[in-house]
């Protein structure tokens, strides 16, 4: 896939969606946490051998996982999270496999989690960091990908004080953000169909704004 956008991405920008929108991220999260058991996880038998309807990318702190929630119960389609995959394969956290093995023997694992969940139907969520791999952004060119976006600022505000991913860990959490997102950024682009951005705008126009994409392809 051609890493320029111009005629990749459609970014989407909404100026209504973002004045008007703030999210409310307490409520938010409740809400998904109490939903999160009702959608469908595939593993072993439930797998299913076909192409998602849509892959969601994105750096840690942009939303990926409320709105594959979301989106999955909108479409009465599972949602196959990639990270999920991981812990219930490895049978440990993926932050604790992270700080165990270093970076590069995770990537390589995650790298085969995030193979078997592209061979599922549903929506499917990757982990911020698996763009790195090159085997996987190859896979990603035959899938309709949706980048889930946010500023520095934003992404920095919601993972404030989350202990739990390793590769956010720093002695300057801001800092270290802002350079995840800019050596990931190049990675999003190559892979990206089209590019959504989820700061100052509610989950479900989020949500509608990705399900039009999907009825347009």
């Not at 889930?148 to 300057?172: F, K, M, N, Q």
């Not at 169909?193 to 700061?199: A, L, P, S």
Request: aromatic content about 4%; proline content about 5%; hydrophobic content about 35%.
């Amino acid at each position: 896939m051609p890493e320029q956008l111009q005629g990749k991405v459609n970014f989407v920008h909404d100026a209504e969606d973002l004045v008007g929108g703030i999210v409310n991220d307490v409520t938010d999260d409740i809400f998904d946490e109490a939903d999160a058991d009702a959608v469908a996880q595939p593993s072993g038998s439930q797998m299913v051998n076909d192409a998602p309807r849509v892959v969601l990318v994105g750096p840690p702190g942009a939303g990926k996982s409320t709105i594959g929630r979301r989106l999955s119960r909108a479409l009465s389609l599972p949602l196959v999270d990639s990270d999920k995959l991981i812990e219930e394969g490895e049978g440990k956290r993926c932050g604790d496999l992270f700080a165990e093995l270093g970076e590069e023997e995770f990537r390589k694992i995650e790298a085969g989690y995030v193979a078997r969940a592209l061979a599922t139907g549903g929506v499917v969520s990757l982990g911020g960091g698996a763009v790195l791999t090159e085997s996987t952004r190859k896979l990603l060119q035959h899938h309709n990908v949706v980048w889930i976006d946010v500023t520095a600022e934003e992404g920095i505000r919601r993972t404030a004080g989350d202990t739990s991913r390793p590769v956010l860990a720093a002695d300057d959490p801001a800092e270290h953000y802002r350079t995840l997102l800019t050596t990931r950024e190049p990675y999003y682009r190559e892979v990206a169909d089209h590019r959504v951005r989820t700061d100052s705008r509610p989950p479900q126009r989020v949500v509608a704004e990705v399900l039009n994409i999907i009825d347009s392809e």
